[in-house]
């Protein structure tokens, strides 16, 4: 059974960095797969955030987030990062992790990020 779990959230300032990891086990295919990363706040829809493909090749940004975000992936380590930087107050979320795989949609319980001074 697939599992995915974001973890490197917390509390930082405005302008500084963060690098948040999603781990997927019980997946054979991880190699073969597009990942995705998402945030959503209370009372809003989830938004897009970053899309890497298998290869890690091909990548794309939600545009709230270009030329501050970055995604990358491991491969060998079952696991995708977001490192973010320039942080502002509102990009405080909860950010998930998330897979599409043989029509089935698999996300992670989410990690907290808070820019706040």
């Known amino acids: 059974q697939v599992h995915i779990v974001e973890s490197g959230g917390g509390l930082v300032q405005p302008g500084g960095s963060l690098k948040l990891s999603c781990l997927v086990s019980g997946f054979t295919f991880f190699r073969e797969a597009a990942m995705r990363w998402y945030r959503q706040v209370p009372g809003k829809e989830r938004e897009y955030i970053a899309y890497i493909s298998d290869t890690g090749n091909r990548r794309n940004y939600g545009d709230s987030v270009k030329g501050r975000f970055t995604i990358s992936r491991d491969n060998d380590k079952n696991t995708v990062y977001l490192q973010m930087n320039s942080l502002k107050p509102e990009d405080t979320a909860v950010y998930y992790c998330?897979?599409?795989?043989?029509?089935?949609?698999?996300w992670g319980q989410g990690t907290q990020v808070t820019v706040s001074s």
């Open positions: 998330n897979t599409l795989w043989s029509a089935r949609d698999y």
